[in-house]
Nanobody
Framework: QVQLVESGGGLVQAGGSLRLSCAASGSIFSIDDMGWYRRAPGKQRELVARISSGFNTNYLDSVKGRFAISRDNAKNTVYLQMNNLKPEDTAVYFC???????????????WGQGTQVTVSS
């Protein structure tokens, strides 16, 4: 069994900062890409940021320069530092990870339960 547990969401004023964390636990052999997605009310889920096992990153255009994704492979944890938050960043944020539970097993995508981020104007 593999679990992804997120933390760090909350309510913040525009211009403020939050740091999200997502820790993977359970039967893990290796973790490939890790990422953060979000779903705002009435909108589809979108990719916010992604980081490979080699630390290559990519970002949604609207968060470039404000958000930073990082990972700690020793802790099986991915982070999302969010600065200069805007009301349009309000959404439920989900972490995602591609995990192999055994050697030579295919990667399987796992999702966290989601954490609410609300930015007031």
């Amino acid at each position: 069994q593999v679990q992804l547990v997120e933390s760090g969401g909350g309510l913040v004023q525009a211009g403020g900062s939050l740091r999200l964390s997502c820790a993977a636990s359970g039967s893990i052999f290796s973790i490939d890409d890790m990422g953060w997605y979000r779903r705002a009310p009435g909108k589809q889920r979108e990719l916010v940021a992604r980081i490979s096992s080699g630390f290559n990153t990519n970002y949604l255009d609207s968060v470039k320069g404000r958000f930073a994704i990082s990972r700690d492979n020793a802790k099986n944890t991915v982070y999302l530092q969010m600065n200069n938050l805007k009301p349009e960043d309000t959404a439920v944020y989900f972490c995602n990870a591609e995990i192999r539970t055994r050697v030579r097993m295919p990667r399987v995508e796992y999702w966290g339960q989601g954490t609410q981020v609300t930015v007031s104007s």
